[in-house]
């Protein structure tokens, strides 16, 4: 079946810090590939989608992401962590395009 | 554009007690989604629609209904509300099949 993983439940970093945010995905083809960023108490906001082409994504936000198709992954980055990054970021695919499957989701603590 | 809302915010329902969620949403897109999200959990879908007057189950359907009458409103409903379906609710929308997904900002319920 189908599956995605986001392996860390939780990261913590220092402001200013780089940060990589993990996801591997399970599905046969080359599918859709979304991060969310969810803050406190909000909805789910868009940091940056995958369809086709480069392989390197940029986001909001200075985030960006790369499609690994070898290793079935699609990370996520940002070279400089601000304390306002700290949020809860899930991975996403579309599978079969009606619908998405999202990860477990990693929260991200950021330290001054 | 108000984007995605949803009605209301906040709800505390008893045991047994039925009540139903409102999703509105002003991009005139096909589809549309009802989520519950739990601590460790990530997003598991419940019901689905890809356009008015058609509905589709999810991963966790049992316990809830929904209808999509008019294209631009998915209302899910409890029709006997149950200790485990406290939890927060998204709603979401997506233009088409290659589109991501918009959400709304989410409803707290809590059944006691």
């Known amino acids: 079946a189908q599956s995605v993983t986001q392996p860390d439940i939780h990261i913590t970093v220092s402001e200013g810090a780089s940060l990589e945010l993990r996801c591997n995905y399970s599905?046969?083809?080359?599918?859709?590939l979304f991060w969310y960023v969810q803050s406190p108490g909000q909805g789910l906001q868009l940091l940056l989608k995958y369809f086709s082409g480069d392989t390197l994504v940029q986001g909001i936000k200075g985030f960006e992401a790369e499609f690994k198709r070898s290793q079935s992954s699609f990370n996520l980055r940002k070279p400089s962590v601000h304390w306002s990054d700290a949020a809860e970021y899930f991975c996403a695919v579309g599978i079969n395009t009606d619908k998405l499957i999202f990860g477990t989701g990693t929260r991200l603590q950021v330290f001054p | 554009n108000a984007g995605v809302t949803q009605t209301p915010k906040f709800r505390v329902l008893k045991t047994g007690q039925s009540m139903t969620l409102l999703c509105a949403q002003d991009?005139?897109?096909?589809?549309m989604y009802w989520y519950r999200q739990d601590p460790g959990m990530g997003l598991r879908l419940i019901h689905y629609s890809v356009g008015e007057g058609t509905t589709a189950k999810g991963e966790v359907p049992d316990g809830y209904n929904v209808s999509r009458l008019k294209k631009q409103n998915f209302l899910l409903g409890l029709e006997s509300a149950a200790p485990s379906q406290t939890s927060v609710y998204f709603c979401?929308?997506?233009?088409?099949?290659?589109?991501?997904?918009?959400f709304g900002p989410g409803t707290r319920l809590t059944v006691t």
């Open positions: 991009m005139n897109h096909e589809y």
């Open positions: 979401a929308s997506r233009r088409g099949q290659l589109y991501e997904q918009y």
């Open positions: 599905y046969g083809a080359t599918p859709y």
